[in-house]
């Protein structure tokens, strides 16, 4: 409004120079074209008031919902660029927030689900310390093994969201890398009777954030162990160079994933027939490392027969010490 009025005071000026350059200059002849121009600006600016009046009505009212409409009550066209704009805002905002509610939601069951898994290895070790058997110390060991790993995985899942701040992308022997997790996890397979054969040459190597690989592989290795005990014999970790990719793979003969579930094992809460049969599955483990693999620029994938065994596949940059 004040840029037209400035615009129309403007051109009075322009014309009264130019009439008293040209000694045209007529007091009354002037008098009477900015009236008449005056009276042409205050129709034009009365018209756009009140075709905008709707939108600063909509604009000065108080908002009561999220989920409150956006009103076109007005055909201007500014005022419909205004109103669909901040409908289309209005509409991503609801999105994110409705996706916030819904990680909330799933980290408000996690915990759940967790502290719930928790309770059972602290009620056997108040069962062992109140009855202590010939193996008692072994049963501890293995009960404080299931609340480590929980307890990592806890903490893994408070961070995932924020990982890109706790990223350090570096290049690690393989084969140190694995052999140094089974060493950590050993008496996960001595409890289950199951044998870890590593498969990997000295020389190869990878580009990867260690920390977070090691969180990856440790739940392959432990799901690989829990399906595999009392129904095969060993967890094959593997790898291989391939035009400039190491391909790892963890290879068991356990019970396997019907072919039905393969599809959704990487789904958030998603525990298949294998875990209502095992139970304590949380259906977040594959979750974690599917998402934790985008963020590396890790490919995951997996193969499984049902009664035959499961393969799962990570693919990342490396390759032999000498290239």
């Not at 027969?305 to 390759?319: D, H, P, S």
């Amino acid at each position: 409004m004040i840029p037209g009025i400035l615009f129309f005071a403007g051109q009075l000026a322009a014309l009264f120079l130019i009439l008293w350059l040209y000694d045209l200059y007529r007091p009354a002849a002037f008098f009477y074209i900015a009236l008449l121009n005056g009276i042409a600006l205050l129709i034009y600016l009365s018209y756009r008031f009140f075709s905008m009046l709707p939108l600063f009505k909509r604009l000065q009212t108080p908002i009561q919902s999220v989920a409150e409409p956006i009103r076109g009550d007005s055909d201007e066209p500014l005022a419909a660029a205004v109103e669909h704009f901040l409908e289309r805002q209005q509409t991503v905002f609801r999105n994110s927030l409705f996706a916030e509610r819904r990680k909330e939601k799933e980290r408000h069951r996690y915990v759940d689900q967790w502290i719930h898994q928790m309770k059972t290895p602290l009620s056997v070790i108040e069962l062992i310390l109140e009855h202590p058997g010939e193996h008692f110390q072994a049963d501890l060991r293995h009960e404080v093994d299931r609340m480590r790993i929980g307890l990592d995985q806890m903490l893994y899942s408070s961070r995932l969201e924020a990982i890109e701040t706790d990223l350090k992308a570096e290049r690690s022997n393989l084969r140190t890398l694995v052999a140094g997790l089974i060493n950590q996890e050993k008496r996960l397979f001595v409890k289950n009777k199951v044998y870890p054969k590593l498969e990997i040459a000295t020389d190869v190597y990878v580009y990867t954030d260690t920390k977070w690989f090691r969180f990856v592989l440790l739940q392959l290795i432990t799901n690989a162990v829990k399906y595999t005990a009392g129904h095969g014999h060993e967890v094959v970790i593997r790898a291989i160079e391939q035009a400039g990719q190491i391909i790892v793979t963890v290879q068991d003969d356990g019970v396997g994933i019907p072919k039905r579930d393969v599809p959704r094992v990487f789904n958030a809460f998603f525990t298949g027939e294998n875990g209502r049969r095992y139970g304590e599955s949380t259906g977040m483990g594959l979750y974690f490392v599917s998402q934790i693999c985008l963020k590396l620029g890790h490919t995951i994938e997996i193969e499984s027969v049902e009664g035959e065994g499961t393969t799962c596949r990570l693919i990342l940059v490396g390759g032999k010490q000498h290239d």
